[in-house]
């Protein structure tokens, strides 16, 4: 019988350069699961920690960079694990960063690439990323007053 686990979190990167944003991916090293694929930040949520804090963890651990805004972006990630046979919930989080500020790949790695949306959503693997990026560039990266209620204090 497959399990629902929501033991995970999805957390986008992005920064506005000249007003228009930008995702940051990863492409990961060969030799991991799913290796050279571009990706956005996920990570298993620890011990006592919330879900924002796991994807602010995850963020830093990952990128190196501290965000400047935390938004819940009103989205689930959802995908099945055949090898365990869950379903896994991952609640996504959306975080801003200077538009300047200096990446520090995580080992797991080897490369990075500021995108826009068209840019990002061809790069991406999974479906619910894809639709992650295009959720936020449409309701949060815009700035608009709309984006003002999904921001986290």
């Known amino acids: 019988m497959v399990r629902i686990v929501a033991d995970m979190v999805d957390a986008y990167v992005f920064r506005k350069v000249n007003a228009l944003p930008q995702f940051l991916l ?19 949520i620890l011990g ?5 804090e796991t994807a602010a963890r995850a963020v830093r ?20 694990d055949s ?4 379903l896994i ?11 300047r500020a200096r ?10 690439a500021w ?14 990323q894809r639709e992650a990026i295009r959720h936020i560039d449409e309701i949060i990266a815009q700035g608009d007053s709309e984006a003002e209620y999904y921001r986290i204090l």
């Open 26 to 44: 990863f492409r990961r090293r060969a030799d991991l699961a799913f290796g050279n694929t571009w990706q956005s930040v996920h990570s298993k």
């Open 48 to 52: 006592n920690e919330t879900a924002l």
């Open 61 to 80: 651990e990952r990128s190196g960079l501290t965000p400047v805004d935390r938004f819940s972006a009103d989205y689930v990630n959802q995908f099945y």
């Open 83 to 86: 090898t365990t046979d869950n």
């Open 89 to 99: 919930l991952a609640p996504v989080f959306a975080f801003t960063v200077e538009p």
């Open 103 to 112: 990446i520090h790949l995580a080992d797991e790695y080897v490369d990075f």
């Open 115 to 128: 995108c826009d949306r068209e840019e990002a959503t061809a790069r991406l693997l999974w479906a619910g």
